[in-house]
Every structure is written in C-alpha cells, then in structure tokens.
C-alpha cells in the first residue's frame, strides 16, 4: 500500500499535533505500523509502533506525550503529540511495510 502523512507543521514549544497516515489500501492485514523520524543530521529512529491487535510501545524520549493510534476502517495511522519540544522537531514517517514520504513538525517560539 501507498502511505501518505499529513498533518505536521510549525509549533510551539509545550504544543500539540496529530500527524496522519493514509493508506491507499488496507491496513487491517498489516501486523505492525509505526511512525518514525529523522532530524538534520541525524539516524531515522523508531517513534512509536502499533499492532494489529492494538498493542503500542514507544521510544523513551516520547513515552508519556505521544499516543499512536489506528483506524483499521478508515486505513488510516495516527500520532498524537502532545506537550511537544524543540528536540521533537524532525521530519515523521510513517512505515507499514513501505514508506511514506514524511511530513516535517517543527517545535520552535
């Protein structure tokens, strides 16, 4: 299936913002869908990552202020950020077996 993110931008710190992903296709039969990012410079790193049975984990630097989420119906993966930081600004991607093309969340006053 064909990913596309949405929903990123410019915030401030102590924000919020939900990214999207949508699948062309669906995403019921997909095990594992995960969000990703990559800052300047920097290794693209595991965010948060959901089962299909709805089991989560999360990276340590966002355990507490992010929540993934997913709408088998609507094949669609979510991230809530919450309480965001200036290091939370990257460039998200989404991945359920293929990569999205990623959407940039900026944290900055």
């Known amino acids: 299936v064909q990913l596309v993110e949405s929903g990123g931008g410019l915030v401030q710190p102590g924000g919020s913002l939900r990214l999207s992903c949508a699948a062309s296709g669906s995403i019921s039969s997909i095990v594992v869908m995960a969000w990703y990012r990559q800052a300047p410079g920097k290794q693209r790193e595991l965010v948060a990552l959901i089962t299909s049975g709805g089991r989560t984990n999360y990276s340590d630097s966002v355990k507490g202020r992010f929540t993934i989420s997913r709408d088998n119906a609507k094949n669609t993966l979510y991230l809530q950020m919450n309480t965001l930081k200036p290091e939370d600004t990257a460039v998200y991607y989404c991945?359920?077996?293929?990569w999205g093309q990623g959407t940039q969340v900026t944290v900055s006053s």
């Open positions: 991945n359920g077996g293929s």
